[in-house]
């Protein structure tokens, strides 16, 4: 009979908290530095071990927005990601990348786009030309996914919209500014 608070429901909480410690702990030691993944990637850990780094997602990216990470990269050397700063994911609807996959380390999202994320997408006013009274806008038209992600507020400043943002990077890319008023951090497994 299971009776909350009792030594078994203490014992498996304890065990239960412990044991994610050791797993994130791990995964530290393993993942030295996160990558933007292509669409669809499991959790990195699971992703370094399912990836053969054969390079089918890059050779169908139609935008070649699919790098893989240098011989330096430690562990996760040769396989694909994402650096917006060079060329962002364009949302592709099909997600070709994805399709292409021969072990699921990429696998197309249950739901496509709606609700998936490659990244978080942070917005940093200070370096916005609108914030300096300039204007400006050109992150609108480069968002793939256009209003429900992206939008300007009353004053023409961009407002992130992030339940609509996919983590692509366009915006990052877009910017004027330097560094970019857009930051693209990998998604946390």
């Not at 959790?43 to 054969?54: D, G, K, S, Y």
């Not at 890059?58 to 430690?74: D, N, R």
């Not at 806008?137 to 507020?153: F, I, K, R, S």
Request: aromatic fraction near 6%; hydrophobic fraction near 40%.
């Amino acid at each position: 009979m299971f009776v909350p608070g009792s030594r078994r429901d203490l014992l498996r909480s304890t065990v239960g908290h412990w044991l994610e410690r050791v797993v994130e702990n791990a995964e530290r030691a393993v993942v030295r530095q996160r990558y933007v993944r292509p669409p669809g990637a499991l959790p990195e850990v699971a992703f370094l071990a399912a990836c053969t780094r054969c390079g089918k997602c890059a050779e169908v990216c139609p935008v070649h927005a699919i790098i893989t990470v240098p011989t330096s990269g430690g562990l996760a050397a040769g396989t694909p990601h994402i650096d917006a700063t060079r060329q962002p994911c364009v949302a592709c609807t099909a997600m070709p990348c994805a399709e292409a996959c021969p072990t699921d380390a990429l696998t197309v999202p249950e739901h496509g786009w709606q609700g998936y994320r490659l990244a978080a997408l942070t917005f940093v006013p200070e370096r916005c030309l609108t914030f300096q009274g300039q204007s400006c806008g050109v992150c609108l038209p480069a968002c793939p996914a256009g209003e429900a992600a992206l939008t300007l507020d009353a004053g023409s400043h961009p407002v992130i919209h992030i339940e609509g943002c996919v983590g692509c990077g366009a915006c990052v890319r877009a910017c004027p500014t330097y560094p970019s008023s857009f930051e693209l951090t990998p998604a946390e497994s």
